[in-house]
Each structure stands twice: as structure tokens, then as C-alpha cells.
């Protein structure tokens, strides 16, 4: 397809997942729901589940295959700088404050999900258009456990900033828990990129170059950061020569991790997390957020759905395996850590809050099962299963943690009256 042509595709078809986006979006804010959950419900409808569903022809020409690679390419840009922008968030403190609590209820939301996805995935491997032929076991319980336990950090802080509980013993402990289960996930998932369809020996290289990379961020790269930004103030914390030497590092790490064979995303994530937090940041996230959000994390969100077909999950040999993956899932999850807040001293109301935030997966779900697929590790079955726990996840958060708050007020209420009554 000429270079003119695609042009012509690609304004038309952005024209098209901004409005999309932007109506469901809308449609999900009236109903108590993130904008990014009317996104992602967008991102699918476009594509061959409804769209392609009901009108075959002008979804293909709309989307037609050869300027799909355009949109990729957004799409990847937009992911990379949300993981950016996610990082620049990451907020070390939290540790500090929490470590104790956070890593029980952490490791018993890794562990738990983990076990079952493996308990799970031998069967799994047998159900037609769920795992590539070629995929190991191994490889095929590491993707599962990392897709069962992640939790969507992002959307877990915006909840908790948006109850007015960042600085609360809740909010910190969420988000301490949910940022060590969002590293860990990421740590496996990096893993299964690196061993997949290679032998050991090379994906040690590439584990290992991964690990050298962090490990200089963490040190050098934050020291260095720092000393660059070391004279910014909230008046002239991000001019354009700040902001172009930002981009310019951001493309150098994406390009890096890239490179060594894991992920663009996670050099974009760890460039974010080692800058110096304050004015620069703030500005940063003020400058990038509207661009990244309303512009190209769409891109991301209907590159996806237009690789979904959510008709594959009620396939009578799919059907049964979605139902145990998101049941093992959702209950392992959230019985996982609200036992661990229970045992490490949460009051039970806290600790179903707890459950209720980690079982939260949103776009974190979405990125996992779009590079798995990239990769030829999962089929469009299995795709699906995981957009649809992303999406279900999702909704399910924002009311159930709003109930479990209520819940608790009444009770906080109801106790002082039912000891007098006695």
C-alpha cells in the first residue's frame, strides 16, 4: 500500500477509535467507571467482536491488514510512554513504610495464583487454540502464573488516590503490594520472552543483560538523573530542552531493552521509576499524561481489539478453560491476600479491600497478553480469555472496594450504637 494511502487510513481510522473511545469512555464515567475501562470496552467493539461482527465489510475497509502495522507502531509508542509515565509514579517510600504487610500480602498473591496456574496449565496445553504448539510446559506455567498474579498498579493507585487514601494505612499497603506483585509479574513475563523458542544459554544472556541494565539504572542511572535535575524547580522543572534529552533517554532504554530481547516497555518503566521525584515529574506527567492518554494509548487498546475475538470464548472446548482461568484467577487472588492482610493484623473490612484492589489487572493484562501473543507463545483463544479477565477485573474493582468501604463505615456506625443498646 502507497505511503499516501496509509496516511489517508490512518487519520480516518484515528478519527474513528477517538470517538469510539471517547463515547464509551464517556458512557463509563456516568456509570462510576474509569474512562480506561470504556477504552478498553472500545478498543474490542471495533474490532471483529462487534464491529467486524456486524458490518464485516466497512470494518475491513476502515481496518484494512497492510496499514495495521502503522498502528502498531502507535500503539507500541503509547505503551511505552504510559509504562514511562507509570515509573515516574513509583514511589520507593511506599516500602519503607509498609515492607512487612506488603510483602506477606504480596507473595501470597503471587504464590497462590502461581500454584494454581500451574496445577492448571497441563490441562490447559491440551484445549486447542489456548498455547502455540511449540510452547513448553515450563514456558506455558511461567506465562500463566505471571498473567494470574499481575496486578494493574495504575489503575489500583488511581482508585486509591481517588478515594483520598494515598497517605492512609490502606492506601499505602495496596499500593506497596500491588507494586512489588507488578514487578514480580513483569520479572517472569521477561523470563518467558527471553527462554521462549531459544535455548537457555542464549536466554541467560538476555536475563542476564536484562539485570546488568536495571541494576546500573537502579544506581548510576538514579545518581546520574538526579545530578542532571538536580537545580529544577517548580518554575522551570520541564522547559523543552529538559523534555527533549527526557525523550531522547526514553528512546535510548526502550531501544535497549528492545534490544538485548525483552521488551521496550520495560526500559521505558525503569527510566521512569529512577527519576527524581518532585517538580520534575509533576511537570512531566502534566505535560505527557493528556497525549499519552487521549491520544495514543487508544492506539493500544484497538490494536488489541482488533486481535480479539471474544466469540472464541464461548467455544464449547474453550468455554470450560476461560471459566477455570478467571475463577482460579479472581478467587485465588483475592482469597490470597485478604487471608495474608488478615494475618499480618488488617481488620477484615481492610483486608477484603485488599483482595478487592489486587485482583484489579486493567491495561498491566492487556500489555502481558499482547506481547505473549506477539511472541507466538499464546493463540487467539487464550488472547481473548485474558482481555476478557482485563476488561471483567476491571469493572469488577472500582464497585466492589466502593461497597466494602460502605460496609465498613456502617459498621463503624452501627458498633458505638450497639454498645449502648447493651
Known sequence: MLASQLSVHFFLQMAAILLACWLVGVLARKFGQPAAVGEMIAGIALGPSLFGLLLPHAQATLFPK?????????????????????????????????????????????????????????????????????????????????????????????????????????????????????????????IVLTSFGGSWSSAWLTIGGGAAFALFMVTVGRRSLGRLFAATTSGDALGPSRLAWLLILFCLCAWAMDAIGIHAVFGGFLLGACLPKGPLTERLRERLQPF???????????????????????????????????????????????????????????????????NTRGMMELILANLALQAGIIEPGLFAILVLMAVTSTLMATPLFNAILRWQAARRHIEPVAQVLS
Do not use: N
Open 292 to 358: 499519552v492518554s487521549v491520544f495514543l494509548v487508544p492506539m493500544f487498546f484497538t490494536y488489541s481489539g482488533l486481535k480479539t475475538q471474544m466469540a472464541l470464548v464461548l467455544d464449547p472446548s474453550i468455554l470450560p478453560a476461560a471459566l477455570a482461568i478467571l475463577l482460579a484467577s479472581f478467587a485465588g487472588k483475592g482469597l490470597a491476600c485478604w487471608v495474608a492482610a488478615r494475618v499480618s493484623g488488617e481488620s477484615h473490612a481492610d483486608a477484603m479491600a485488599i483482595g478487592a484492589l489486587m
Open 66 to 190: 497492510p496499514t495495521l502495522d502503522v498502528l502498531y507502531v502507535g500503539a507500541q509508542l503509547g505503551v511505552g510512554l504510559y509504562m514511562f509515565l507509570v515509573g515516574s509514579e513509583f514511589d520507593s517510600s511506599h516500602f519503607r513504610a509498609r515492607y512487612r504487610s506488603a510483602m506477606l500480602v504480596s507473595l501470597a498473591g503471587i504464590a497462590v495464583p502461581f500454584a494454581l496456574a500451574v496445577a492448571l496449565t497441563p490441562w490447559l496445553r491440551g484445549v486447542a487454540g489456548l498455547f502455540a504448539a511449540k510452547a513448553s510446559l515450563a514456558d506455558a506455567s511461567l506465562f500463566m502464573g505471571a498473567a494470574m498474579a499481575i496486578t494493574a498498579f495504575p489503575m489500583l493507585a488511581r482508585i486509591v488516590h481517588d478515594r483520598g487514601l494515598s497517605g492512609t494505612p490502606l492506601g499505602t499497603l495496596a499500593l506497596t503490594a500491588g507494586a512489588v506483585d507488578d514487578a514480580a509479574a513483569w520479572c517472569i513475563l521477561a
